[in-house]
């Protein structure tokens, strides 16, 4: 029988296609009544994946919309219960399920002081839905795994769909169009996901490094690794890396790079050389043969996709890493332990 | 010899005093230039320990100022020469050296923007003290040990004080001189802090989980432990945690736990029992021996300030559980390997 997740990681190309077709003149229709506000910042409310795509969004909505975005503290709107002032901002909410209290709660709190807000969720019935001004649905059909990973890249693709919409010069030259077959392509690494998951199979520990855009991805990456293999896998910038935690790294050391796009690389590579000198286990997930190192793991990411696009697909291989390393592993991807779908967090 | 990081440790509780003496009427004068701005937001760039005080300045400004805070993505000011509009914003740059390249950069941007800026920094004769229009200087002395500490607990001082000066009417009722006993107190927990480490020191890996203001407090405590002893500790936000990681954790896990001030304390201590109940190693960071637990360890937090003002002194006992836990594992807590004071991140 196959893995359930398994399955939906290879629905990915399919579903994201489903909501570019289902939500781009909805998304359009949104970026129209946005122009009537005076949006000075993005307040972005959202936790686990959805917290990775609120990542993306900062890189998205600063180059596309020159927007900053603020990753908002929902225990100031609840527990501590002073609200920050809102006026200026765009509040998102991103929720899967979009049952979780303490984000519908600033949604709400946002509404009341007048700010435009907008719930990114797969269920278009659910309380933050109710609660934003705006819904964009994630078309992603149930996900029927407990790690998320149709609903991550919906979300990306989302927020990609509405950075465009809000800023119609962009959008007028550009298309979101490629995304699916990128994706697909991205699935075609499967084989090398898997021979590099052997390389981190007998450590518990990890670091996962990227930078820019794909820092999201390596958030994401570490995130899934740490839900379905309970190998402690922790994401840096690599910039912050070399600030302090670099000092872990020692002899066999596993290291997972998300190496992708342009703008990075020149600095992503010289730090592999630095990790490579301590002796670190590479794995590198990039779109470049020219920088493959014959002593490192690689897995290859589709080079078809503007940098800004590329964390819609770099993450696919980083799922099928993750998924592979639990199989190594003798666990059930399917059932990882002590995770419920739907957090309760007030 | 004693160790130059034990001794940094032990300054902290006059070094921030000193800080209070030298700078309170200075940052009183910042604030009341601040209040002919209209600040919508507040931005601030940072990276390692700083950006840990930025973490805290998350909770500080949203709770005594109303204000919402984005940490800046330096990436989008550099590498990717696409800087967001700044209108609106307060910025503020935190560095140690005041060298980074890359901080020094978003402040000269919101500058040439017209955006106010503040540089917090060690050295008021830095590039990042040049590039902003305000300096608040530490007056921490020369930091000889390469992890930072008096560097970081000044950070959160001055960020404390100017908060209170652009919140005249908190600051009629608010002092704090309490601040410093509090910090000498802190450090009488150095025994039941090398207890702690003992419980530690078997591990290569831990996590650290804090919630509101203490979540920085954790984010410090596990970037000192890496620094310093080379275990994987990662940080937390309670919240977050079980939305997923939460997995990993199986019998004899070791988890430090931040439970200061009465906010979260009932959902931090419902938390520690489910961590309990999966045979998790739990040492606790608490200011209410009520809740301590005999089969954990415990490190006593005092309670004699209010919550918004427990980071400056709950990280103390903190460092040093990281100190001892560096020297049980026969390492020299003043020269971590691989680290540099001042890095050069462009």
């Not at 078309?139 to 029927?144: L, N, P, Q, S």
Request: proline share 5%.
């Amino acid at each position: 029988m196959e893995s359930v997740l398994h399955e939906e990681i290879g629905e990915q190309p399919a579903v994201v296609a489903g909501l570019l077709a289902a939500e781009a003149a909805s998304i359009r229709a949104i970026g129209e009544q946005l122009a009537q506000h005076s949006i000075q910042y993005v307040l972005i409310a959202a936790r686990g994946s959805s917290d990775n795509a609120a990542r993306y969004a900062q890189y998205l909505f600063g180059m596309i919309n020159g927007l900053t975005v603020a990753l908002a503290t929902p225990s100031l709107f609840g527990a501590y219960g002073h609200p920050p002032r809102l006026q200026g901002a765009l509040v998102i909410g991103i929720s899967q399920s979009g049952q979780s209290p303490d984000i519908v709660h600033v949604l709400e709190e946002a509404r009341r002081q007048g700010a435009p807000t907008i719930a990114l969720t797969n269920d278009p019935h659910s309380p933050l839905a109710a609660a934003a001004e705006h819904c964009i649905a994630l078309h992603a059909g149930t996900e029927r795994s407990i790690a998320a990973t149709k609903t991550y890249t919906t979300q990306l693709a989302a927020l990609a769909l509405l950075s465009l919409s809000i800023s119609p010069a962009f959008a007028a030259t550009t298309s979101m169009d490629a995304v699916p077959a990128a994706m697909r392509l991205a699935l075609e690494s499967e084989e090398q996901a898997r021979d590099a998951a052997q390389r981190l199979a007998q450590s518990d520990r990890c670091v996962v490094l990227g930078r820019g855009f794909n820092y999201a991805t390596a958030c994401e990456i570490a995130l899934k690794i740490k839900e379905l293999t309970y190998v402690v896998a922790e994401p840096y910038s690599s910039a912050d890396f070399e600030h302090g935690p670099i000092a872990m790294i020692e002899r066999g050391f596993p290291v997972v790079m998300v190496v992708v796009g342009e703008t990075m690389r020149a600095e992503m590579l010289a730090l592999a050389d630095r990790l490579r000198a301590r002796g670190a286990a590479l794995v590198v997930l990039g779109d470049d043969e020219q920088f493959r190192h014959s002593d490192d793991g690689w897995i290859a990411v589709p080079a078809t996709l503007p940098e800004w696009l590329t964390p819609c697909v770099a993450v696919l291989p980083g799922q099928l890493l993750a998924y592979h390393l639990a199989q190594l592993r003798g666990l059930n991807p399917d059932r990882p332990r002590a995770l419920n779908k739907v957090t309760l967090t007030n």
